[in-house]
């Protein structure tokens, strides 16, 4: 019976706090239901669980949320319902689906559609028979789970600040949305030397009876070599696979966490009900950090299986298109090393780690660091301090020094070429070899830091991105991904444009997407209104007002401001301030600063992706082309093969 009642709990729980999705989806599931349900449950059909009242086929009217079935009857009801549908899946009415690359050739059918070759065949009456006869669940200590310790009780569903939700007119609906949102507080801050800087904001404009939680333990040992970047993966993958049996029972009833080792140390997050979170986030810490041994695998041959996973995901790189290769080499040459290790060092890395590898550094994972904070959602300041004292307590960390704290990302910077230099270029091979496409991206790379200066560089990519799609895709038709648009790497913006091709070489991609960028200004800046400026800045204006629609979403926003250390709560109204002050002349002045570089050279990125078959190869490019810090060409510009990254970054970082 308490299976039941639980499940009946869990979908009213989730009907009595359902989030705002996308209009489309919506719309799409009303039609849906309008074909399934009477008119009083268009909407809660689908969402609500035991709708019948009793056999005789009356149905729920009320949309009041439950806390239980509402008498014996309504129960019997349900369960006589569930053991009928039970009871007409047999074996005898099974289809079973095999997927397997060894079928190839040993198939007689081909679907119409698609072309895929299949057979279909009875299963043997042998087999049959057996299911048919199969062990009882409690034979093989199959029973039905415990109660749900985490479903959260009535009075842990109270909101603490609740939140009206009234019809409003278009004025106060605009008035809200310009209202500055109240930051987050910093509630502990425990000194350079100290232990834990706490930020934490009540939340006082969901409404709902949720929390998330973040907690990183700052430390810069964690992926200090391609080793333990790889044995990092390996930790993630065995904890979140040995904690999904206590995680399950959380998980439905909308409790979740994470655990990602970052170059930064290791972040823990929780999220959901914040009645049990506190409780949850407890278990999951201490046999995160203190019972690590249940979290690893129990020997050798378990620990292949983990080592296989990472090693197919590695080798995944491979059958990647080759757009993304130019994306993925343009973005290391832009990283310090310990933030983001080759895929090749990975590879080499991950075969030769071993399970007394993987324990000797999860074993040191925790041992010492610094604890940075946010808690956000419904729970008092009393109860967020009580949180991470909870967490302090299990992860029983070794406080460090303030210069033992990891340094925060700094892009590395192009060096700077003449307005009429070459870009600097990474050109390599795809790795695929039936991948008969080319590719190209050139990057223009803005150190300035401003609120005016990343606004100017989206208005850009606004203008210009339907642009280049119109000139490269539709007008010449060189392929189907053409795109152009802004990346931030810390404080720094890149804006970028990138075409894929089946037809042309690399150099040809690189001409048409160099000429584009050398017509942008004349072609397309120039001839801009002031009132065509204020269309492309309103529309920006109106994204950064746009209200966060749900709690995970501004907390998440929050904590990037807090683990980048820029505390910039205010960042999207300070950057619609600076769009509201956005001429002409100053896309040009950026355009001719940042793009031409005519003040003072610019810089500028050309990573290409040479296929080795194929319309649109051409001979292969080196693997390295000797670079050193002194290796550039007669224009200024550093030609690189994938295999010179490593160095190239080396110089950077001294060099800056």
Not at 251 to 275: E, I
Not at 300 to 319: G, P, Q, S
Not at 417 to 427: D, L, M, Q, W, Y
Request: proline content about 5%; charged content about 25%; glycine content about 6%.
């Amino acid at each position: 019976r308490y299976i039941f009642e639980e499940v009946l709990q869990i979908s009213e729980l989730e009907w009595r706090f359902l989030t705002k999705g996308g209009a489309g989806g919506y719309a799409t599931s009303l039609v849906k239901s309008m074909q399934e349900y009477p008119e009083p449950l268009y909407i809660a059909g689908p969402r609500r669980l035991a709708l019948r009242k009793s056999s005789n086929g009356k149905l729920l009217e009320s949309e009041k949320p439950r806390t239980g079935f509402s008498s014996d009857e309504e129960l019997m009801d349900t369960m006589d319902a569930t053991y009928s549908l039970v009871s007409k899946l047999t074996v005898d009415d099974a289809l079973i689906t095999v997927t397997s690359k060894t079928f190839n050739g040993k198939t007689s059918k081909r679907e119409k559609w698609y072309g895929t070759n299949y057979n279909v065949r009875p299963i043997p009456l042998k087999t049959l028979t057996q299911w048919q006869n199969c062990a009882t669940a409690s034979t093989l200590d199959i029973y039905y789970p415990s109660p749900n310790v985490f479903i959260p009780s009535e009075a842990g569903l109270k909101v603490k600040i609740p939140v009206k939700n009234e019809a409003k007119s278009q004025s106060e609906l605009i008035k809200e949305r310009t209202k500055p949102v109240a930051p987050p507080q910093k509630i502990r801050d425990d000194g350079d030397d100290g232990r834990w800087t706490v930020y934490f904001k009540q939340d006082d404009r969901f409404g709902q009876p949720k929390a998330y939680a973040i907690f990183q333990l700052l430390t810069k040992e964690v992926l200090s070599s391609p080793k333990n970047a790889v044995l990092a993966d390996l930790y993630q993958v065995c904890a979140n696979d040995k904690l999904v049996e206590y995680a399950y029972d959380a998980g439905l009833v909308g409790l979740s966490f994470d655990v990602q080792v970052l170059p930064r140390g290791v972040r823990l997050t929780f999220g959901g009900y914040n009645d049990k979170l506190m409780q949850f986030a407890s278990y999951v810490s201490a046999k995160l950090s203190q019972d690590v041994s249940s979290l690893l695998p129990d020997n050798d041959e378990e620990f292949e299986r983990y080592k296989d996973r990472i090693v197919r995901a590695l080798a995944a790189f491979d059958v990647q298109q080759p757009y993304s290769h130019a994306i993925y080499y343009s973005s290391l040459l832009f990283l310090p090393k310990k933030f983001s290790y080759t895929n090749v060092e990975r590879r080499e890395a991950i075969q030769q780690v071993s399970l007394v590898d993987l324990t000797q550094y999860v074993k040191g994972l925790w041992k010492s660091g610094r604890g940075l904070a946010l808690v956000q959602g419904n729970i008092d300041k009393k109860e967020a301090l009580e949180f991470v004292d909870t967490l302090d307590k299990t992860l029983a960390f070794k406080t460090i020094s303030a210069d033992e704290i990891p340094p925060l990302l700094q892009p590395l910077s192009l060096p700077i070429v003449p307005t009429e230099g070459a870009p600097h270029r990474i050109t390599v091979s795809e790795p695929n070899p039936s991948n008969k496409n080319a590719a190209s991206q050139v990057t223009f790379q803005c150190l300035q830091t401003t609120e005016k200066a990343h606004v100017l560089i989206e208005i850009l990519s606004s203008i210009l991105s339907d642009q280049f799609y119109e000139d490269l895709r539709t007008k010449q038709q060189l392929g189907y991904i053409v795109s152009a648009g802004v990346k931030g790497i810390a404080d720094t913006r890149n804006i970028s444009f990138i075409c894929q091709s089946s037809i042309v070489s690399t150099q040809t991609i690189t001409t048409e997407i160099l000429k584009f960028i050398n017509g942008a200004r004349k072609k397309f800046l120039e001839p801009l209104t002031e009132d065509q400026v204020t269309v492309y800045t309103r529309a920006l204006i109106v994204q950064r007002f746009e209200p966060d629609k749900k709690l995970p979403t501004e907390a998440s926003r929050n904590w990037n401001e807090i683990s980048t250390n820029r505390l910039q709560f205010d960042r999207l109204r300070k950057e619609a301030g600076a769009l509201r002050l956005i001429k002409k002349e100053d896309i040009l002045e950026f355009w001719d600063d940042v793009i031409l570089g005519l003040t003072a050279g610019r810089r500028v990125l050309l990573s290409e992706t040479v296929p080795q078959s194929g319309e649109a190869s051409t001979k292969a490019p080196p693997k390295s082309t000797g670079y050193s810090q002194s290796s550039v060409n007669d224009e200024g510009s550093i030609v690189l093969g994938q295999n010179d990254v490593d160095a190239y970054r080396r110089n950077r970082e001294i060099s800056g």
